[in-house]
Antibody
Framework: EVQLVESGGGLVKPGGSLRLSCAAS????????MNWVRQAPGKGLEWVSS????????YYADSVKGRFTISRDNAKNSLYLQMNSLRAEDTAVYYC????????????????WGQGTLVTVSS | EIVMTQSPATLSVSPGERATLSCRAS??????LAWYQQKPGQAPRLLIY???TRATGIPARFSGSGSGTEFTLTISSLQSEDFAVYYC?????????FGQGTKLEIK
């Protein structure tokens, strides 16, 4: 069974940092690009960042560019999101999502999704 | 950035009836469009990709159509478990963008 499990969320003060992790299992992690998508409380979905299978291609939303860093460790079947200079507007559930197909280098539909981890930025 | 606009924001339909949800892109996304279903407290679930291909395990009552800038998700006969929020997503251009969602509620 394909499974994605996020961890690392929590309460952090504005300007602080947090590192999210996503543990993958049930598929060949090194063959798929991966993504982070977030959802602010009561709001819609917002794509955050994507990374290709070999980390050669990385994309960020403008709202997080320069503050967040996506990375992966294929040996550990893990995806990461380092979040620095956090702001109140970064408060959201952060989902890890696999791209739906190995055919594309990066980009595409998201399937499956993890259960999410909540990040709260507040003083 | 491509803006995805979903309509209506809320749709009230009775069980057993058909529901039609719309998604419009501010510029052509070809057929690079996906639909997701999200229930309260749960992660989104992929329903449709490539505008019209059902994901694995998705019932045949869900169908997608359209290309370019106009897309439709149709649920042919609503079941109780279908009442949820539905999002469209374009993956033709960076940044990938989602619509704001359509809440499908029981009439």
């Amino acid at each position: 069974e394909v499974q994605l499990v996020e961890s690392g969320g929590g309460l952090v003060k504005p300007g602080g940092s947090l590192r999210l992790s996503c543990a993958a299992s049930g598929f060949t992690f090194s063959s798929y690009s991966m993504n982070w998508v977030r959802q602010a409380p009561g709001k819609g979905l917002e794509w955050v960042s994507s990374i290709s299978s070999s980390s050669s291609y990385i994309y960020y939303a403008d709202s997080v560019k320069g503050r967040f860093t996506i990375s992966r460790d294929n040996a550990k079947n893990s995806l990461y999101l380092q979040m620095n200079s956090l702001r109140a507007e970064d408060t959201a559930v952060y989902y890890c999502a696999r791209v739906g197909t190995m055919i594309v280098v990066v980009g595409g539909w998201f399937d499956p999704w993890g259960q999410g981890t909540l990040v709260t930025v507040s003083s | 950035e491509i803006v995805m606009t979903q309509s209506p924001a809320t749709l009230s339909v009775s069980p057993g009836e058909r529901a039609t949800l719309s998604c419009r892109a501010s510029q052509s996304v070809s057929s690079n469009l996906a639909w997701y279903q999200q229930k309260p407290g749960q992660a989104p679930r992929l329903l449709i990709y490539g505008a019209s291909t059902r994901a694995t395990g998705i019932p045949a009552r869900f169908s997608g159509s359209g290309s370019g800038t106009e897309f439709t998700l149709t649920i042919s006969s609503l079941q109780s478990e279908d009442f949820a929020v539905y999002y469209c997503q374009q993956y033709n251009n960076w940044p990938q963008t989602f619509g704001q969602g359509t809440k499908l509620e029981i009439k």
